[in-house]
């Protein structure tokens, strides 16, 4: 059978979730819901006052709005599914919409890495370089670099869906994952996947790498710079326009690390729980994460809330 028949001789995916554990499937349906509903309310919130509060038409909240608006396009590509296999008995995708929704996920995990990377440099100019920062980071600079970021994440999450769908599945359908976790699928595949591997590996490097070197890098000047300011005062007000940022990278960045950075265990039942652990993780990465984002720039950001509470304010008194 050649290829091509093979391939398509899986028109479905079944994804395994938390099939094993019926019981938890009922309490994270409320949870992930509830969360959900956190996620568009928070970062819709914030796109809103980003665009309606012209004290925040800057590049940094330029950058905000992308990352919020990102995070709701994100889980939207994912929780909905997660939220349908905790109800449905028979948990099944058709392999094209697996196939966009693997597109969906891998795109918008490799913007938020280039985009977080842009947010640093923002930092960076700001507290490095002030009297250049109108000049560097001018509309004609920060509206390109959001676009590649989009540009970028979504060029390399069409190569590796292509390459990961182009691939023969003649046996097991299963996924053992709640949605169309790339790796999760690739091993489903019954030919040699070692041009997949190779190509990720690189993909890891360029999005995963090279951020957390450029930001780290950042961070080194950011804060060497701030340890001159001669001024409590001065280094306070410095390191608070940076550490909503800065935090928002140890948790995306910190989250990633520790699921694939983890050893893998040996034992037949250890690796029944560590398989639990992994996919809550993924939970933990694909919903909280995104949930935290909008918090942390709420309560770190003294512009964000004064601009939450003029809405709110402004929207009661219209009333």
Same mark, same amino acid.
């Given at each position: 059978m050649d290829s091509a028949n093979q391939t398509s001789s899986v028109t479905e995916f079944i994804l395994l979730g938390l099939s094993a554990h019926p019981k938890l499937e009922k309490t994270f349906f409320v949870l992930i819901l509830s969360m959900y509903l956190v996620i568009?309310? &928070?970062? &819709?919130?914030l796109i809103l006052v980003t665009i309606l509060d012209s004290r925040l038409h %800057?590049?940094?909240?330029?950058?905000?709005g992308n990352l919020s608006f990102l995070d709701i396009c994100y889980t939207t590509s994912s929780v909905p599914l997660i939220l349908d296999s905790f109800l %449905?008995?028979?948990k099944t995708i058709s392999f094209s919409a697996c196939a966009v929704q693997m597109f969906l996920?891998?795109?918008? &995990? !490799? %913007?938020?890495c280039? @985009? @977080?990377?842009?947010? !640093?440099? /923002?930092?960076?100019? !700001?507290? =490095?370089?002030?009297l250049r920062y109108p000049e560097v980071m001018s509309k004609a600079a920060y509206v390109p670099m959001a676009a590649g970021s989009w540009i970028a994440g979504s060029t390399a999450s069409?190569?590796? %869906?292509? @390459?990961?769908?182009? @691939?023969?599945? =003649? &046996? /097991?359908?299963?996924i053992n994952h709640f949605t169309c976790?790339?790796?999760?699928?690739?091993?489903?595949a019954c030919a040699d996947i070692s041009v997949n591997v190779i190509s990720m590996g690189v993909t890891n490097v360029i999005f995963l790498g090279v951020p957390v070197l450029f930001i780290s890098f950042s961070y080194v000047f950011i804060i060497a710079t701030i340890l001159r300011i001669p001024s409590a005062e001065g280094r306070k007000k410095a390191f608070s326009t940076c550490s909503a940022h800065l935090t928002v990278v140890v948790v995306f960045y910190g989250t990633i690390l520790f699921m694939y950075g983890k050893p893998k265990s040996k034992d037949p039942l250890g690796a029944d729980k560590q398989d639990l652990a992994d996919k809550l993780i993924s939970l933990f990465y694909g919903v909280v994460t995104p949930m935290l984002n909008p918090i942390i720039y709420s309560l770190r950001n003294k512009d964000v809330k004064a601009a939450v509470r003029h809405l709110v304010f402004q929207r009661r008194f219209t009333q």
């Open positions: 568009l309310l &928070g970062n &819709g919130v %800057t590049p940094m909240y330029f950058f905000l %449905t008995p028979r996920s891998f795109a918008m &995990g !490799a %913007t938020e280039v @985009l @977080l990377s842009m947010m !640093a440099f /923002d930092r960076y100019v !700001a507290i =490095c370089n002030p069409m190569v590796q %869906t292509s @390459l990961a769908m182009k @691939l023969p599945f =003649c &046996g /097991d359908n299963v976790e790339i790796l999760a699928v690739l091993k489903l």
